[in-house]
């Protein structure tokens, strides 16, 4: 379309924009989406219908230049898409998890954190402060940072997990 006549230099950029971001318009709000065909003959229509409105009303703003616009989008969502039908998402398929693998990440995390550095931390804490100065501070620090990286470490893989 020739859209020289109808629309001062001005707005041309505006316009320009407007008829990039049409796909979008039409699109971007939807459960779901359209057949390729569909968006073609959506964004085809759009652009007759500004074409026509800016031959009949000419506008002289970008604010009226806007406004058609929102009109000519707001009648596609309340006329039904135009008629055209809309395509349900296609679901996700989410791979079966391995029970063995969860029981293992949570008793490493139980485990390490119980045992291992719940030791380090009693056997540094008592030594720290019975003996300040003579290097289990060091130790008291790395047993904290350690306890705090694991369960760190255990957020990070399970963050995506879901009670199922």
């Keep these: 379309m020739n859209w020289e006549p109808i629309i001062n230099k001005n707005l041309a950029t505006q316009l320009e924009q407007i008829l990039e971001n049409a796909h979008a318009d039409f699109t971007a709000n939807l459960e779901g989406g359209f057949l390729q065909k569909d968006i073609e003959e959506i964004i085809s229509r759009s652009h007759t219908q500004l074409y026509n409105a800016l031959t009949t009303r000419p506008v002289n703003t970008s604010h009226e230049l806007a406004k058609v616009w929102n009109q000519i ?57 019975n003996n300040p100065g003579e290097g289990y501070g060091w130790g008291l620090i790395v047993a904290i940072v350690l306890s705090l990286f694991n369960f760190g470490l255990f957020i990070w893989k399970t963050r995506n997990n879901t009670d199922e």
Excluded: I
């Design 73 to 129: 989008v707001t009648d596609f969502y309340q006329n039904n898409y135009w008629g055209h039908p809309l395509q349900a998402k296609a679901e996700k398929t989410v791979s079966p998890s391995n029970p063995e693998s969860h029981l293992a990440n949570y008793l490493r995390v139980f485990l390490v954190p119980t045992l291992l550095l719940k030791g380090c931390l009693l056997y540094f804490g008592l030594n720290y402060s």
